[in-house]
C-alpha cells in the first residue's frame, strides 16, 4: 500500500512538472531572450538565464519603433469595447430575464446562433459596409466589430446570471421605495458582478488579441494596434529577436495582469458558457 | 416578471441593432455578393450567378486549401486531446502546487496570438533556436531541422497551435471532472478496478457529452482559425504549404481584391462546416443509440 502511494505520489509530480515545463517554459525562453545582450540571443550553446541581463531591447523598442503608439491604440480600443459590451449585453440580459414578450426566447437563439460565425466568413462585407459607413480606419470601427463579436457570449452569460437572481430581492427595493434603476444597480448588479467580471476578461482578451479586424480595418500606422503593429515590426527588417521578445513581454504583462486579478471570477464564467477562440 | 413587452424590446435593441447590423447582414449580403464579380474598393458589380462555385470545383487552390484546413483542424484537435485530456485528469487530483499549476496551465491561452507565434517562430529558428539546439544535442538529428521551411511548416504550426489552445479542453474538462459524484469512484475502488477501468467505467461516460461539445467547438474553431495560420508564415514563400481555406478566402478578397470569390469561399466553409455538424450529430446519436 505504501508503495503504491509513493508511486502516485512520482506520477503526479511527474506529470505536474512536465506540465508546468509545456505551459511555462516558452514564457520563461521569452522573458529570458529579451534581457539578454544581442551576443548572448546568438550564443551557442544557448544560456537559460541571461549572464550579463540588460534592458537595452525594451530601451529600443521604446525609443525606435511605435510600439508605444500600438499600445496605447490597443488600451484605448479594449477598454473602450469592455465598457461598451458591458452595458449594451446587461441592458439586453436585463430585458430578457425581467421582461415577458412574445418570441423572447426565439430572440435569445437567434442571439445565440450568431456567436456560431467566425468573423473569417463575414468579413468581407463587413469590410464593405465598413468603408460604407464611412469609418473604415477608425477605432470606432474595430470597437463596434469587438463589440458585435463578443456580445452573443456575454448576453448569454449575463442573462443565466440574472436568471439566477430572485426577483423578490429586486421587488423589496422597490417596495422600500427605490426606483428601478437603483434596484438595479444597488442590488441585481452587485449580485452579478462575477458574470460581469467573467463577460469582461472574455470581451478584453478577444479585443486585444483580434488580428483580423484590425490587419482588415486599419490602414494608416497611427491607428494600429499591438498585434498588426507588431507583425509590421517583425516582417519590415532582418529580425531582433531581443527587441521581439521584449515586446512579447510587453504585450501579455497587461494580459496576464488582468487575467490573474480577476481570474477567480473567470472559472464561473467557463463553466456558464465555454470561451471562444 | 412585469408583462411590459416595450421597455423588453427596447433594452435589446442596442444588441439587436449591432448583432443584425453588423453580423446578420453582413451574412446575408454576403450570399449575395458571393453571386458577382466585385472588386474589394470599387463600386462596380456584375452577376455572374453560380460562376465563382463552378470555378472553385475546378480550383486546384481551392483544393490544396481544403486538405491542408482538414490536415490543420484534424490533427491539432486530436493532439489538444491527447495532451489536455490527461492534464485536466492530472489537475483534478488533489496534490499541493495544484492551484498554482492550474493557472499555469491557462497562459498559452491567455497570451495574445501574436506572441504565441513570435515565441514559436524563436524556439524553431533553424540557425539559434532552442529545439534545434537541444535536438542536436540529444543526437535525436544530425543537423538543425528547417522548421519553417516548406518541409515542417505544417509540423511548426500544428505544434504552435495545439500549444495554444489545449488550455481550453483542459479547463472545459476540469469543469465536468468535479462535478462527477466522488460515489461513483468510490464504488469502483472498492470492487477492485485499476485506475484504467475506473477512467474506462466511470470517467469517459460521466464526460461523453463534454467531450462530444469539445470536439465540436475546436474543430469548427481550429477549421476557421485565421490569425495563428496567417501569422506564420504571412502570405509569401513557404506561406502556401499551410494555405488553410480561411487564409485562402482572405488572399482572394484583400491580396487579389476578389471581393465576389471570397464570398463564396466564406458560404463555401459556412456549408462545410454546417454539413460536418449535421453529420457528427447523427454519427453521435447513432452511437448513444447502440450504447
Known amino acids: ?277 | 416578471m412585469r408583462k411590459n413587452a416595450l421597455a423588453g424590446w427596447l433594452l435589446l435593441a442596442p444588441a439587436l441593432a449591432l448583432l443584425g447590423g453588423l453580423v446578420l447582414f453582413p451574412i446575408i449580403y454576403n450570399a449575395w455578393l458571393s453571386l458577382h464579380d466585385k472588386h474589394a474598393f470599387l463600386t462596380v458589380q456584375t452577376f455572374v450567378g453560380l460562376r465563382h462555385y463552378v470555378y472553385f470545383a475546378h480550383d486546384e487552390e481551392f483544393w490544396n486549401s481544403f486538405y491542408y484546413g482538414v490536415v490543420y483542424a484534424g490533427s491539432t484537435m486530436a493532439l489538444q486531446l491527447v495532451l489536455g485530456i490527461p492534464a485536466a485528469l492530472l489537475l483534478n487530483e488533489a496534490f499541493r502546487g495544484r492551484n498554482l499549476l492550474r493557472g499555469v496551465v491557462l497562459f498559452p491561452y491567455v497570451i495574445p496570438t501574436i506572441v504565441a507565434v513570435m515565441l514559436w517562430k524563436w524556439l524553431l529558428n533553424d540557425s539559434y533556436g532552442l529545439v534545434n539546439h537541444l535536438l542536436v544535442t540529444a543526437g535525436v538529428v544530425r543537423v538543425p531541422l528547417a522548421w519553417l521551411g516548406k518541409d515542417y511548416i505544417m509540423w511548426s504550426l500544428v505544434l504552435t497551435s495545439v500549444w495554444q489552445f489545449f488550455p481550453f479542453v483542459v479547463v472545459t474538462y476540469l469543469a465536468r471532472l468535479q462535478t462527477i459524484p466522488p460515489e461513483l469512484y468510490e464504488a469502483a475502488t472498492v470492487d477492485g478496478a485499476t485506475a484504467w477501468r475506473r477512467f474506462m467505467h466511470v470517467t469517459l461516460p460521466q464526460t461523453r457529452n463534454v467531450l462530444f461539445v469539445i470536439v465540436l467547438l475546436r474543430s469548427i474553431w481550429m477549421f476557421t482559425k485565421f490569425d495563428t495560420v496567417w501569422l506564420m508564415a504571412g502570405e509569401g514563400g513557404v506561406s502556401r504549404y499551410i494555405r488553410t481555406l480561411p487564409v485562402y478566402a482572405y488572399a482572394r478578397s484583400f491580396t487579389y481584391l476578389q471581393a465576389g470569390m471570397g464570398a463564396a469561399l466564406a458560404v463555401i466553409m459556412f456549408v462545410l462546416l454546417l454539413v460536418a455538424t449535421a453529420v457528427y450529430f447523427r454519427v453521435f446519436r447513432q452511437e448513444e443509440a447502440l450504447a
Open chain 1, 1 to 277: 500500500m505504501r508503495r503504491r502511494g509513493a508511486g502516485r505520489a512520482a506520477a503526479l509530480y511527474g506529470g505536474g512538472l512536465a506540465l508546468l515545463l509545456v505551459g511555462a517554459f516558452p514564457l520563461f525562453w521569452m522573458v529570458s531572450t529579451s534581457l539578454k545582450p544581442s551576443g548572448e540571443i546568438f550564443a551557442t550553446p544557448p544560456r537559460l538565464i541571461p549572464a550579463h541581463p540588460t534592458l537595452e531591447n525594451f530601451r529600443r523598442l521604446l525609443a525606435d519603433t511605435s510600439f508605444l503608439t500600438f499600445f496605447k491604440n490597443s488600451v484605448i480600443v479594449s477598454f473602450t469595447t469592455v465598457a461598451l459590451t458591458l452595458v449594451v449585453s446587461a441592458l439586453g440580459a436585463y430585458g430578457l430575464t425581467r421582461f415577458s414578450f412574445a418570441g423572447r426566447d426565439k430572440v435569445a437563439g437567434l442571439i445565440l446562433l450568431t456567436y456560431m460565425f467566425a468573423p473569417i466568413m463575414i468579413i468581407i462585407p463587413f469590410y464593405i459596409l465598413v468603408r460604407l459607413l464611412g469609418i473604415a480606419n477608425t477605432r470606432l470601427a474595430l470597437v463596434l466589430s469587438y463589440t458585435t463579436f463578443c456580445l452573443p457570449f456575454c448576453l448569454w452569460l449575463l442573462r443565466a446570471f440574472f436568471q439566477s437572481i430572485p426577483l423578490e430581492l429586486e421587488e423589496a427595493a422597490l417596495v422600500d421605495g427605490a426606483d428601478r434603476g437603483r434596484a438595479v444597480w444597488h442590488v441585481v448588479l452587485p449580485l452579478a458582478l462575477p458574470g460581469l467580471i467573467a463577460a469582461a476578461i472574455f470581451t478584453f482578451i478577444l479585443a486585444y488579441n483580434d488580428f483580423l479586424f484590425a490587419l482588415v480595418l486599419i490602414s494608416s500606422d497611427e491607428l494600429k494596434t499591438l498585434p498588426v503593429g507588431v507583425n509590421d515590426l517583425f516582417n519590415a527588417t532582418i529580425v531582433d529577436w531581443g527587441m521581439i521578445m521584449a515586446a512579447g513581454v510587453m504585450i501579455t504583462a497587461p494580459a496576464v495582469a488582468f487575467f490573474v486579478a480577476v481570474q477567480r471570477y473567470l472559472i464561473q464564467g467557463w463553466g456558464a458558457g465555454g470561451v471562444k477562440g
